[in-house]
């Protein structure tokens, strides 16, 4: 600040005599006077403009030509930071040579030689601040103006930033934006996301109409967002349906302001793409609504019908139907099936080959979901070969369902165009899939449960056995019509009734003790006496047991008419066994005398008969020489006929003794006892008996088993057809209480006509002048192993040989 002429040069400069010189010649003491006042009056007005200088906030120099700073006010002092003596009279560009090579010094220099204005920016170097700096010329060298923008520059650098920012979030927001003409909806710029969402490149959109580019669905929306815009000034989160350059519908929340560009009127409008999200909200309306709906249905087809109905519909599908899979049987069950086309249905089973390719049903086997958007171009729905055409529409979603493991049951959704099946609706599929199939399980086992009741019950009502249901506290909850037929009382009366009124007082504590018994898992039926409502008591039989819940159930059976056929049959048993008793000593009398007849037929039969041998004898020894041919045929007959009787009556006595002694059981080795029948018998040259191993050794009565194998072995001899290659096999089984044995041989074999016939008395299926025998073998045979509580059949057959089987006690 300056304050007097003697250190600086004055602010202003007026020439004393041009001042003090009047027009009107006034004396030299009047002018001096005049000018006394006019410095006076300048002083005034000069240390009012020095004032005035000092108290503004702009920074105010004066240089001279020399670059002396001859005034500088309080602001730039204080900007400075130097006392004024300091600054006043120095060279400008030592006292700030900082401003050396700055815009600062060639402006100051330009406007101190061509004598022109000029007005430039910077930022000071001492203080950091931005000044508007103006420069003037002025008679004796340059003013400096210079006003504080430091907040201006930062408002226009905060501006720019911000600009900057909407530039950036304009250009990558994940939000589709757009500025529009608010008059006529024409595009005037669009970030990226609008391209992606929209399909329009900024040359397709930029310069055209939201009418011209078809992006609303419904046009009328439009309008509804222009008039909530000038009624409210801005518009938040409003629901609009786009339509894209490929004609897909996609839905947007819309967030539109208002901004004016080059004074035209425009929208700024920010839309989200909600279609994801409001497809996931309707499929969870939807999936809550169906589960609701199918929740309440007891019919598993009316399950499975209204699931594949509503997802169909819902997923804009044309066909959609459950499978149920029986892995154990190979087969694919086609469930109803929902089909919004006339197409023939799938309605049906089907083998799992014949359905599906392998690698398809492994992948399903792995709980893997399968999507075919084009079955001609996917690999896996590519049949080749034989292969089962396993994706019959263009594009589908196949769902499994699986329960530890196992594949149960499978979800399919078709169309008959190219789709790109959306990750949402897949998993509305699955979520369907897994909400429905355990609902159809629970209703078909409810049906089969309703089923059940309902076969219980007409069982129950129509059984011929009385039915009682009774609480634990013996009270009849239930009765069937049987029940109130037994008793003699009504359904009304019996329930609610104590079963003491039922149960003679006698067999009270019997209850009890049945109870006890039943609790502690014993079975059985019992037989009661049931007090008739006329007082009469009912024999029954009962069987009871405790229900899962804990009541009594009792099935209880009239036995009146079973006890007096049984007293009658106890009656009518009492009679044939005294019958049986005299039958049997009459037969047993019988049989001793016809076994005495025979013992004495046979033994007092053999003393004629020898004599009949001692005088054929006789003749041969005394006149054989001298007999004719026929003769000596007629007594070579004879002693046929002799040896024959003496057979018979052998045999007679043998069959006589079957069974009147029984021996002491031994140990027999039975291959031991083969081979000394054998022995006996004399064997043909080369036949063969052989036992197969491994034969026991038996404790049983020798004598009898020995028969029993010499009449069957030498059978077998004496009727081979080819005794040469003849053989017989004797084999032994053992069977608890009882040995079976077999004699087989490779003879002529027996009718089946006659397998009966041979076990009788004097019977031969041949000629006796052919064949040797009595005719009793089989029959000795079949009594010692009949008399021992065994039997013997034959299994043969003519030109087969013949296997004899008989079972010995052991």
């Known amino acids: 600040m300056i304050s007097d002429a003697k250190n600086s040069s004055p602010l202003f400069k007026v020439s004393a005599a041009a001042q003090l010189q009047g027009s009107d010649g006034l004396s030299h003491a009047g002018a001096t006077s005049v000018q006394n006042y006019n410095e006076e009056t300048l002083q005034k007005s000069h240390q009012q403009v020095i004032s005035i200088l000092d108290s503004i906030q702009d920074v105010f120099f004066v240089v001279d030509r020399q670059w002396r700073i001859t005034y500088a006010n309080a602001r730039a002092v204080e900007v400075a930071a130097m006392p004024a003596e300091t600054i006043i009279g120095k060279d400008l560009w030592e006292m700030f040579p900082g401003l050396v090579g700055t815009p600062a010094e060639t402006v100051y220099r330009k406007v101190m030689e061509e004598r022109k204005p000029a007005r430039f920016?910077?930022?000071?170097?001492?203080?950091?601040?931005?000044?508007g700096t103006s420069v003037y010329p002025s008679p004796d060298g340059i003013t400096i103006f210079g006003r504080d923008i430091t907040a201006r520059k930062r408002a226009e650098e905060a501006l720019r930033l911000s600009e900057e920012r909407f530039a950036k979030a304009f250009r990558t927001s994940p939000d589709a934006i757009s500025i529009t003409s608010e008059t006529d909806g024409r595009l005037i710029d669009i970030n990226e996301s609008f391209e992606r969402l929209f399909g329009y490149t900024r040359e397709e959109a930029i310069g055209r109409t939201v009418h011209?580019?078809?992006?609303?669905?419904?046009?009328?929306?439009?309008?509804?967002?222009?008039?909530?815009?000038?009624?409210?000034?801005?518009?938040?989160?409003?629901?609009?349906?786009?339509?894209?350059?490929?004609?897909?519908?996609?839905?947007?929340?819309?967030?539109?302001?208002t901004l004016s560009i080059d004074e035209e009127a425009c929208l700024l409008t920010i839309v989200r793409d909600v279609t994801e999200q409001k497809r996931v909200e309707q499929n969870r309306e939807f999936l809550a609504e169906l589960t609701a709906q199918i929740s309440l249905l007891t019919d598993p087809i009316a399950i499975i019908e209204t699931a594949t109905s509503a997802l169909g519909a819902h997923l804009n599908a044309q066909r959609c139907y459950f499978s149920e899979i029986d892995l154990s049987a190979d087969?694919?069950?086609?469930?109803?099936?929902?089909?919004?086309?006339?197409?023939?249905?799938?309605?049906?089973?089907?083998?799992?080959?014949?359905?599906?390719?392998?690698?398809?049903?492994?992948?399903?086997?792995?709980d893997e979901i399968i999507t075919i958007s084009d079955s001609e171009t996917d690999a896996r729905a590519i049949a080749g070969g034989d292969a089962p055409p396993s994706f019959p529409f263009r594009s589908s979603v196949i769902v499994p369902y699986l329960r530890e493991?196992?594949?149960?049951?499978?979800?399919?959704?078709?169309?008959?165009?190219?789709?790109?099946?959306?990750?949402?609706?897949?998993?509305?599929?699955?979520?369907?899939?897994?909400?429905?199939?355990?609902?159809?399980e629970r209703a078909r086992i409810e049906q089969e449960l309703r089923k059940s009741e309902a076969d219980y019950r007409a069982l129950f009502e129509h059984a011929s056995d009385a039915i009682f249901i009774a609480s634990d506290d013996r009270i009849y909850l239930d009765v069937n019509a049987a029940a109130c037929a037994l008793s003699g009382y009504s359904r009304e009366e019996l329930i609610g009734r104590s079963i003491n009124d039922l149960t003679p007082s006698d067999d009270l504590r019997r209850l009890d003790q049945d109870r006890t018994?039943?609790?502690?898992?014993?079975?059985?039926?019992?037989?009661?006496?049931?007090?008739?409502?006329?007082?009469?008591?009912?024999?029954?039989?009962?069987?009871?047991?405790?229900?899962?819940?804990?009541?009594?159930?009792?099935?209880v059976r009239d036995i009146t008419a079973r006890k007096r056929l049984e007293e009658q049959l106890r009656q009518l048993n009492a009679t044939l066994e005294r019958q049986v008793e005299e039958r049997t000593a009459e037969l047993q009398r019988s049989n001793h005398e016809l076994d005495q007849f025979a013992y004495v037929a046979s033994h007092d039969l053999k003393a004629p008969l020898r004599g009949i041998q001692h005088l054929a004898d006789f003749i041969a020894q005394d006149a054989e020489e001298e007999l004719s041919a026929a003769s000596r045929d007629h007594l070579r007959k004879l002693y046929g006929r002799i040896r024959r009787m003496e057979t018979l009556l052998d045999d007679l006595l043998d069959y006589s003794r079957a069974g009147r002694h029984r021996h002491e059981p031994e140990p027999v080795d039975i291959a031991e006892l083969v081979r000394n029948v054998a022995e006996l018998?004399?064997?043909?040259?080369?036949?063969?008996?052989?036992v197969v191993a491994p034969t026991p050794v038996l404790i049983v009565e020798r004598v009898p088993l020995e028969t029993v194998f010499r009449n069957l072995i030498g059978n077998a001899i004496k009727h081979h057809d080819n005794p040469a290659q003849g053989c017989v096999r004797i084999t032994a089984t053992l069977d608890d209480a009882f040995v079976e044995f077999s004699v087989a041989d490779n003879g002529p074999g027996i009718d089946p006509a006659f397998?009966?016939?041979?076990?009788?008395?004097?019977?031969?299926?041949?000629?006796?002048?052919?064949?040797?025998?009595?005719?009793?073998?089989?029959?000795?045979?079949?009594?010692?192993?009949?008399?021992r509580g065994g039997s013997i059949w034959v299994e043969s057959a003519v030109g087969q040989g013949a296997t004899f089987r008989f079972t010995w006690p052991v």
């Open 405 to 440: 493991g196992r594949w149960l049951a499978s979800l399919t959704v078709a169309c008959d165009v190219v789709r790109q099946w959306q990750s949402d609706d897949v998993a509305l599929a699955q979520s369907v899939l897994r909400r429905t199939w355990p609902l159809v």
């Open 517 to 555: 018994r039943l609790l502690a898992g014993e079975k059985g039926i019992a037989e009661w006496w049931l007090v008739h409502k006329s007082g009469s008591r009912v024999p029954v039989e009962v069987s009871a047991r405790q229900l899962p819940d804990g009541r009594w159930q009792a099935f």
């Open 331 to 366: 087969k694919i069950t086609v469930l109803r099936e929902w089909r919004r086309d006339q197409a023939s249905p799938m309605t049906g089973i089907y083998s799992l080959a014949d359905f599906l390719a392998p690698t398809v049903r492994q992948v399903l086997e792995r």
């Open 681 to 690: 018998l004399a064997l043909p040259s080369d036949f063969e008996v052989s």
């Open 755 to 787: 397998h009966e016939r041979i076990f009788e008395i004097f019977q031969t299926l041949r000629p006796r002048d052919q064949v040797e025998g009595s005719g009793m073998g089989l029959t000795i045979v079949k009594k010692h192993v009949e008399i």
């Open 121 to 131: 920016e910077m930022r000071g170097y001492l203080s950091g601040s931005w000044y």
């Open 212 to 257: 011209e580019l078809n992006l609303y669905a419904h046009p009328e929306r439009r309008q509804q967002l222009i008039a909530h815009i000038q009624e409210h000034g801005a518009l938040r989160d409003f629901e609009v349906v786009y339509k894209t350059k490929a004609g897909d519908l996609r839905i947007g929340s819309a967030s539109v302001d």
